[in-house]
């Protein structure tokens, strides 16, 4: 790696010092390397026709200089690049360079337009390809090769790229291009090599875009009936674009077979990947373990005098083995473009050639094609003809994998890929480098050489023994490809899985306070979402609100009821205050929830935004009251927290620690008023009906299970035997059929005991932090619980009610929170969502005994207003308020997309009003000015 800027060979003794790494993130399209890599667009940092003709000048003028004078351009299906191969002709045609195409038919790929490229005389190679999807947008890449497939020099980059152009008139008629449409490498003379009689073991194909190994296979079915036929169009509703994991793909295969082969072959690009039937289940075997597979089969049956080219980053133990058995081998650097020029020349003699490169290993017969064995269908046939090799012989190829890893010093490779921007980028080196745990001990770092015509930032991160990182930003698709090397010398596998996860959360840190926004380009689709969202709202609020209804007039009449409330709270001053405060009580209660949410992860030292802790709680408000058992306000919790890019890990902590001190907190306040409830309450305690006798039992069994999951949840917290017999048991659920888990199940074990060491770490941290807890238990829990401002409305009802309310003294308060927090005891784990019926009938249960013994109706009145005030009117509210923020924040998400795209192309500002929501400008004062004059209306009407 040429290297323009390397830094602290120590870097342990910087630890205390914030350092910050400054990249170039500029760029600017131009001949680099042989190619050329851009966005479509305007502007400087974007390719279009302008672009294109001034290179096609300059590429001309070298052309003619050195006499080259007969092109072939490649382009795949795509507008953009057939359009940008017709601007490189024109410009030819006027210097007398004749032009050849070579489309995109029968699925065949730039490689072969090569291959053709080689073996017929030209002079000069140009391959143009778009690529398009949601998140590089339209993406060209350019190749430029002279013959032999040899790259431009330094000399002739530099031509190209501070070329001048004169104007230039050129014929911009549509000519008719010579093009080469019926050339395709031919599968079948290779029949000798790949025998498909007597096969031992079953084979499926599935393949959506090879048209080639399905002739084939076609072709030669008659000669095996292990040969499934090939599957073509069963992935056709999926996306290949390399940043999704492929597990649902994988999934959508498995549930399709029905012949029970033995292995699975899914052809992709210029790769394959192969999954085994074990037992009853189908595991994919890794890239990296397949490569060790392979290995191990050419060194049993390939002769020595074969050529070997061996990328740079493979692990030695690979080479050392490769080098006890042959002597032609050549390392190459795969970022410098050489591969092909090496490759040319060891094939030029019709050599076989092996190249490893990362996890792949392609294997080129002694023949006259040069790319075949780059080809997705060879290396299908090639894999075939190794699995019957090993069945053959009596090997299990798991085992004889697991052999080599046990007998070798094995590097476990893993590569990991993020969408980031430039900032995202930066933020994640300095996390990884300058504000490193102990668990990443890295010694020192080393920058590749930066330009504006270099469209990758690559590093590479030292760590002790020989392992380290590699690290590569693309400047245009804004995407982080982190390798790590780690030897099994020096860590076990669970360490290097745990080493993985936790550079994902350093990526994840990096991005909580520049959020990545993906924007759903379907209209309808959001549309759809929206209406589904709203009638979800509003269908529970209903059914909520009839189960209430009924509850609540079961004894009485609802119209007499509503003319009572009518006359208790919003007949004067007074009882109005009471409405009031009650209405300002829910934003009280979510501030305090947001200042304890905040207090909390700020212990672990994670900067917090009070509005997150705020938004999140009326969120948690709506959701908790929404669903039984009220567990849909954890979740809520979890989503939007993860959303807005708070470690998942500290997150856990917090809501585990927020739960336990919920639990723990009303078991100490039980212990506390219950017993005086019994006094006060005896009523209640003798069983001289059903009600007072499954009110007795359903209290005990709260009891009971706050206990009960008090323990749990500290237990499953702390425990860590536990807690790893769950995550094995977890796993193995994954892993049954119907759910297609194909994921490695140690590393599936692995990632789930990461993530609960570190969720252990930070909740005992918590946990031991006396000095907090004892302030969330006071000021955040107890004391909000004995300041209880229904005891007003208890007041208002029976002032209201004929009662002489001059006699209320203190005791008849503390009477009235023992009776509350019976109450909220017998409702601690409520099945019903918000609590309806059941705490309506324990509210009428308890609460008689302030009132006459036949005062049904004004039973009836407290109940209803409690409800009303500390149920129904938060619940409304912070409905309104959960959909104002989920439109707000798709507001928002849209012009930090306009921000963004301006700031890459200053010229889009002329295509924008403005760069900014007004959303919550327009929409806030209007709900508080709606919301003020309800209020004034209630106070003055």
Wanted: overall charge positive; glycine content about 2%; cysteine-free.
């Amino acid at each position: 790696m040429s290297s323009a800027l390397e830094l602290n060979s120590n870097i342990s003794s910087n630890a205390n010092k914030k350092t910050f790494l400054a990249f170039n993130f500029d760029y600017l399209p131009g001949f680099y390397k042989s190619k050329i890599i851009a966005k479509i667009g305007e502007g400087n940092q974007f390719i279009n026709e302008n672009f294109i003709f001034s290179k096609a000048v300059a590429l001309a003028n070298l052309l003619q200089k050195k006499q080259l004078n007969k092109v072939l351009i490649y382009h795949n299906d795509n507008d953009f690049s057939l359009a940008f191969a017709g601007i490189f002709s024109r410009i030819f045609k006027e210097f007398k360079i004749q032009t050849v195409y070579f489309g995109d038919f029968e699925n065949n790929k730039i490689t072969i337009a090569k291959e053709f490229f080689v073996n017929n005389d030209f002079d000069f190679f140009i391959g143009i390809q778009s690529i398009f999807n949601e998140k590089t947008a339209k993406t060209i890449e350019m190749f430029f090769n002279h013959k032999q497939l040899a790259l431009l020099t330094l000399e002739d980059e530099k031509f190209l790229n501070n070329f001048t152009i004169n104007e230039v008139n050129y014929d911009n008629e549509s000519k008719e291009i010579p093009k080469i449409d019926n050339y395709f490498m031919d599968l079948n003379y290779q029949t000798n090599k790949f025998p498909l009689n007597d096969l031992k073991n079953k084979y499926e194909f599935f393949d959506n875009n090879n048209n080639r190994l399905e002739v084939f296979l076609k072709a030669n079915l008659n000669k095996s009936e292990n040969i499934l036929p090939i599957k073509t169009n069963i992935l056709s509703k999926f996306s290949l674009n390399k940043f999704k994991s492929n597990i649902a793909i994988w999934r959508k295969i498995f549930s399709s077979l029905k012949n029970k082969p033995d292995f699975v072959f899914w052809l992709k690009e210029d790769e394959v990947q192969v999954a085994y039937l074990q037992k009853f289940f189908y595991k994919v075997i890794s890239e990296e373990d397949f490569q060790l597979l392979v290995l191990d089969y050419i060194l049993k049956n390939h002769l020595a005098n074969a050529f070997f080219l061996i990328s740079k980053d493979t692990p030695d133990f690979i080479l050392e083995k490769i080098k006890t058995s042959f002597n032609n081998i050549q390392i190459f650097n795969p970022e410098n473009g050489e591969l092909e020029k090496l490759f040319f020349k060891i094939k030029e003699n019709q050599n076989e050639v092996f190249v490893l490169n990362n996890n792949k290993i392609f294997w080129s017969p002694k023949d006259q094609y040069l790319f075949l064995g780059q080809d997705s269908s060879f290396i299908a046939l090639w894999y075939l003809q190794i699995l019957e090799f090993y069945k053959e012989n009596n090997l299990n190829i798991i085992e004889v994998i697991d052999f080599i890893k046990q007998n070798h010093n094995f590097v476990f490779k893993n590569k990991m890929q993020f969408f980031a921007d430039n900032k995202t980028f930066s933020n994640f080196v300095d996390q990884l480098i300058f504000e490193q745990s102990n668990k990443i001990n890295i010694i020192n770092y080393e920058i590749s050489e930066q330009n504006f015509n270099n469209n990758i930032i690559s590093i590479k991160i030292g760590l002790p023994k020989n392992d380290y990182l590699k690290i590569t930003y693309s400047k245009i698709h804004e995407s982080v490809e982190v390798s790590s090397f780690f030897h099994s010398s020096n860590y076990s596998y669970k360490e290097s899985v745990f080493l993985e996860y936790e550079i994902q959360n350093k990526m994840k840190i990096a991005k909580k306070d520049n959020l990545q926004i993906v924007q759903s380009s379907n209209k309808y689709k959001n549309i759809l979402k929206f209406g589904f969202f709203i009638s979800a709202i509003i269908s529970i609020i209903f059914l909520l609100l009839y189960k209430f209804y009924n509850a609540s007039f079961s004894n009485g009449s609802p119209t007499e009821i509503f003319n009572k409330f009518y006359e208790y709270f919003l007949s004067d001053n007074l009882a109005k205050s009471v409405v009031i405060i009650n209405f300002a009580l829910f934003w009280v209660s979510n501030l305090i929830i947001g200042m304890q949410l905040k207090r909390i992860l700020r212990t672990q030292n994670i900067k917090v935004k009070f509005k997150h802790m705020f938004v999140g709680s009326i969120i948690a408000y709506f959701m908790q009251f929404s669903t039984p058992f009220s567990f849909g306000g954890e979740i809520s919790y979890y989503w939007y927290f993860n959303k807005k890019g708070y470690p998942l890990k500290n997150v856990s902590a917090t809501l585990t620690y927020n739960a336990l001190i919920h639990q723990l907190s009303q078991l100490i306040i039980s212990l506390i008023f219950i017993p005086i409830g019994f006094y006060y309450f005896s009523e209640l305690f003798v069983f001289n009906s059903i009600e007072k006798i499954l009110f007795f039992v359903w209290l005990i069994i709260n009891i009971f299970l706050n206990v009960v999951v008090l323990a749990i949840i500290f237990i499953i917290s702390v425990w860590k035997k536990l807690q790893y017999w769950l995550i094995k048991i977890f796993v193995k659920i994954l892993n049954l059929r119907y759910l297609h888990q194909i994921e490695d199940l140690k590393k599936n074990e692995f990632k789930y005991q990461f993530f609960i060491d570190n969720f252990k770490i930070h909740f005992l941290e918590i946990f031991a932090n006396k000095k907090l807890l004892f302030e969330v238990l006071f000021f955040y829990k107890f004391l909000p619980f004995v300041i209880n401002f229904s005891f007003l409305t208890l007041l208002i009802t029976m002032k209201n009610g004929g009662y002489n309310i001059g006699m209320i003294s203190a005791i008849d308060y503390l009477k009235f929170i023992s009776g509350n927090t019976i109450l909220a005891m017998s409702n601690n784990l409520s099945p019903s969502p918000g609590g309806v019926g059941f705490v309506d009938l324990t509210t009428k249960i308890v609460f008689q005994n302030f009132f006459k013994a036949n005062d049904l109706l004004n039973l009836n009145i407290f109940n209803f207003a409690n409800r009303l005030f500390n149920w129904f009117i938060p619940y409304f509210v912070s409905s309104i308020a959960i959909i104002t923020v989920w439109i707000g924040e798709k507001r928002n998400d849209k012009y930090q997309e306009i921000k963004k795209a301006i700031e890459i192309n200053p010229q889009l500002k002329t295509q924008f009003s403005r760069s900014h929501s007004r959303f919550y400008w327009i929409t806030l004062p209007l709900l508080f000015a709606i919301g003020a004059s309800l209020l004034l209306l209630v106070f003055f009407h």
